[in-house]
T-cell receptor, first 112, second 111 residues
Framework: DTEVTQTPKHLVMGMTNKKSLKCEQHMGHRAMYWYKQKAKKPPELMFVYSYEKLSINESVPSRFSPECPNSSLLNLHLHALQPEDSALYLC???????????FGQGTRLTVV | GQQVMQIPQYQHVQEGEDFTTYCNSSTTLSNIQWYKQRPGGHPVFLIQLVKSGEVKKQKRLTFQFGEAKKNSSLHITATQTTDVGTYFCAGPGDSSYKLIFGSGTRLLVRP
């Protein structure tokens, strides 16, 4: 299994809602990532987990809260988002830090 | 901070023509990776280069890592409509284990 699975594929949420994005991989990868991608822009790193511990937080606002319940799962909890947070949110994993990254298909988020 | 720029930003070619995108880093890179993202899709890993001056080929794609390890290129010979997408280079961020993506080159191929 060489897939990274993200759910949901699409999400529309209001600015007062709380929602969660989910990511799962069964490749035994020890590094997992959240990226944000705006239209016609490169993916922008948000968080890095290594061995289930948060390694890097790229100064992301606290309305985004990551969680790594186990080595296969990565969540991104969303609360009180702004319309400018609308984007494609990509999860990725790699065998180790800086290795070949496998990306999920992403969650297209719209904040209204 | 570290910057990874790609040129051109956008290229429209006739099917059968060659295509090249260039990646330039403001700092020396320990390695560089290339990804392809189809329209509406997600980035897909193509290759990783590690050694100075390294050249790798995948069918019609040729990847090169500069001698100074600050630049890289991807060349596609005889483009096909299936080559359409955005090509990103990506390298380690300075002083930390994070993958920084270049600005990307969007390729369109006229059939």
């Amino acid at each position: 299994d060489t897939e990274v699975t993200q759910t949901p594929k699409h999400l529309v949420m209001g600015m007062t809602n709380k929602k969660s994005l989910k990511c799962e991989q069964h490749m035994g990868h020890r590094a997992m990532y959240w990226y944000k991608q705006k239209a016609k822009k490169p993916p922008e790193l948000m968080f890095v987990y290594s061995y289930e511990k948060l390694s890097i937080n790229e100064s992301v606002p606290s309305r985004f809260s990551p969680e790594c319940p186990n080595s296969s799962l990565l969540n991104l909890h969303l609360h009180a988002l702004q319309p400018e947070d609308s984007a494609l949110y990509l999860c990725a994993s790699s065998q180790d830090l800086l290795g070949e990254a496998f990306f999920g298909q992403g969650t297209r988020l719209t904040v209204v | 901070g570290q910057q990874v720029m790609q040129i051109p930003q956008y290229q429209h070619v006739q099917e059968g023509e060659d295509f090249t995108t260039y990646c330039n880093s403001s700092t020396t890179l320990s390695n560089i990776q290339w990804y392809k993202q189809r329209p509406g899709g997600h980035p897909v890993f193509l290759i990783q280069l590690v050694k100075s001056g390294e050249v790798k080929k995948q069918k019609r794609l040729t990847f090169q890592f500069g001698e100074a390890k600050k630049n890289s290129s991807l060349h596609i010979t005889a483009t096909q409509t299936t080559d359409v997408g955005t090509y990103f280079c990506a390298g380690p961020g300075d002083s930390s284990y994070k993958l920084i993506f270049g600005s990307g080159t969007r390729l369109l191929v006229r059939p």
